[in-house]
């Protein structure tokens, strides 16, 4: 699996709470999108280099204006926090955690780049992935939408997509991970404003294509909103061994551990015992002829004439 094109991370962080742009929104997973393997522990010492060509590159933004919107959202990134609902199942005492997003950003005007470090309290949700409590989703999938709360119920969406089931939250818990707690005071204009546009985009430009909105009310106020939904899984490519890639395209499933640990074992049993063709049987006429021939080669040797 190439890892330059895939984003992973902790179901916890895909439900935390915090305000983005666009902008702000992009960086962060063309970070996350350069992490080569999810299941090795980062430091904070490990940088992630952005260019402008790469950034355009990423989300077919103009490659003109791409460093102007990587420095501008790259220093204003660095003054909004992130909330991590119940952090640690170790600590259930822990409520949250509130941090940064990166811990140091380096700009290089000349060259249109900018390099940066997560911040450590992130580190845990981006890397060391064992558990099967994680997101994952091809970046491509989201790099046609063009609203951060499109991409932000996208995430949310995938996440829950291993469940199979339809998915129902309570609109102040949805309004909170979106950072919208203080705005779009009724649920209709919550709706009109954010959700459905984010729906159609959805809709439009990923591997969601069925998606309808419902909603549940408490006496004349709706306190719930409902997503129908089916994830369009792509056709898994044939390998030339016949194994299974390590990490399906997306999931956040509790068995992946179980269903890792059997794709590791074939790997194994493959390289361990190669198949051997088996030899073809030869036919009774078949034996004759060639002992006949042999006899000719021999009584040749001999200055001899083969006996028929």
């Known amino acids: 699996m190439d890892y330059k094109k895939i984003v992973c991370k902790s179901n916890n962080l895909t439900k935390a709470s915090f305000s983005m742009t666009l902008d702000q929104k992009r960086i962060v997973l063309a970070c996350i999108?350069?992490?080569?393997?999810p299941r090795i522990e980062l430091t904070r010492d490990d940088e992630f280099d952005i260019t402008a060509p790469y950034f355009a590159t990423l989300?077919?933004?103009?490659?003109?204006?791409?460093?102007?919107q990587l420095k501008e959202a790259t220093e204003s990134l660095q003054k909004e926090v992130v909330v991590i609902h119940n952090p640690d199942i170790n600590d259930p005492n822990l409520s949250r955690v509130v941090t940064n997003w990166f811990s140091v950003a380096k700009y290089y005007d000349g060259e249109g780049r900018v390099i940066?470090?997560?911040?450590?309290?992130?580190?845990?949700?981006?890397?060391?992935?064992?558990?099967?409590?994680?997101t994952q989703?091809?970046?491509?999938?989201?790099?046609?939408?063009k609203s951060v709360y499109a991409i932000r119920l996208y995430e949310i969406l995938i996440c829950e997509a291993w469940r199979n089931q339809d998915y129902e939250i309570e609109v102040s818990i949805l309004k909170k991970m979106l950072g919208l707690t203080d705005k779009y005071t009724t649920t209709f204009e919550f709706k009109r404003c954010v959700i459905l546009p984010?729906?159609?985009?959805i809709k439009k430009n990923t591997n969601i294509t069925e998606l309808e909105l419902g909603q549940r009310r408490s006496?004349?106020?709706?306190?719930?909103?409902?997503?129908k939904y089916s994830v369009k899984k792509e056709a898994e490519k044939p390998?030339?061994?016949?194994?299974k890639?390590?990490?399906p395209l997306f999931n956040g499933h509790p068995e992946y551990t179980v269903d890792s640990e059997a794709i590791l074992e074939d790997h194994k049993r493959l390289k361990a015992a190669p198949k051997t063709k088996p030899k073809k049987a030869i036919a009774g006429g078949d034996k004759q002829r060639i002992t006949v021939l042999k006899q000719a080669i021999k009584g040749a040797n001999k200055n001899e004439s083969p006996v028929f």
Not at 59 to 68: E, G, H, M, R, T
Not at 116 to 134: D, H, M, R, T, W
Not at 198 to 201: Q, Y
């Open 33 to 37: 999108a350069q992490i080569k393997d």
């Open 59 to 68: 989300f077919n933004v103009s490659l003109k204006n791409s460093y102007y």
């Open 116 to 134: 940066v470090k997560f911040n450590e309290a992130i580190i845990p949700y981006i890397s060391n992935l064992k558990n099967g409590c994680f």
């Open 137 to 145: 989703y091809g970046i491509n999938q989201i790099a046609k939408l």
């Open 198 to 201: 984010a729906i159609a985009s």
């Open 219 to 227: 006496g004349r106020d709706v306190t719930h909103l409902i997503f």
């Open 239 to 243: 390998k030339i061994n016949g194994t």
């Open 245 to 247: 890639p390590l990490i």
